[in-house]
């Protein structure tokens, strides 16, 4: 059975760092890409960036919301995505999604239950 | 900036057909923009009903079929069910350094 169970979620203040883990089974990790996707609150879904296998460069892009200040990256060996959040703002407040994608078919079929990061002093 | 752009609410009859429809700001969809659908009740995780346009999970009821429709990607339902409402967005593929960008999304009510 696949699962994606994501954890490091919590209260941080603006301006600190957190880190998200996104920890998989039932599939072969290094196959696949894995993907971020957020939830701000009453808000809808936002795509906050990406990591390839390492079959294609193991390459990051990000969404220009994030970009300089979060980081994905991820160990196979593991079966463990990252995403490393850096210089938080309010607005980064949202539930945080990971997500699988075969690049061969461009489809995110499996997802997490999300875990909540809320940015307040 | 880039903007994928979804009805922001439909409501349809129980047994009746609903076309859910997402735009891109940059013209025509096609089907190099891999459009998915995602499906989300309030407070679940989303769910995937179709991607690369028309294809359908083991899990997608027969009622939900995707398409491309007048240079947009859509999502129909046929022979609505009260537990079809939620919320569904759209996901388009636009390659380059922001690949994948999500609808607005649709609220979908049954009534």
């Known amino acids: 059975e696949v699962q994606l169970v994501e954890s490091g979620g919590g209260l941080v203040q603006p301006g600190r760092s957190l880190r998200l883990s996104c920890s998989a089974s039932?599939?072969?990790?290094?196959?696949?890409?894995m993907t971020w996707v957020r939830q701000a609150p009453g808000k809808g879904l936002e795509w906050v960036g990406l990591?390839?296998?390492?079959?294609?460069?193991?390459?990051?892009e990000y969404a220009a919301s994030v970009q300089g200040r979060f980081t994905i990256s991820r160990d196979d060996s593991k079966s463990i995505a990252y995403l490393q959040m850096d210089s938080l703002k309010t607005e980064d407040t949202a539930v945080y999604y990971c997500?699988?994608?075969?690049?061969?078919?461009?489809?995110?079929?499996?997802w997490g239950q999300g875990t909540l990061v809320t940015v307040s002093s | 900036q880039t903007v994928v752009t979804q009805e922001p609410s439909l409501t349809v009859s129980p047994g009746g057909t609903v076309t859910l429809t997402c735009a891109s700001s940059t013209g025509a969809v096609t089907s190099g923009y891999y459009p998915s659908w995602f499906q989300q009740k309030p407070g679940q995780t989303p769910r995937a009903l179709i991607y690369?346009?028309?294809n359908k999970h083991s899990w997608t009821p027969a009622r939900f079929s995707g398409s491309l429709l007048g240079g947009k990607a859509a999502l129909t339902l046929s022979g609505v069910q009260p537990e079809d409402e939620a919320d569904y967005y759209c996901l388009l593929y636009f390659g380059g350094a922001q690949p994948w960008v999500f609808g607005g999304g649709t609220k979908l009510t049954v009534l």
């Open positions: 690369a346009t028309s």
């Open positions: 990591i390839r296998s390492k079959a294609y460069s193991g390459t990051t």
């Open positions: 039932g599939f072969t990790f290094g196959d696949y890409a």
């Open positions: 997500t699988r994608d075969a690049a061969t078919t461009e489809d995110f079929d499996y």
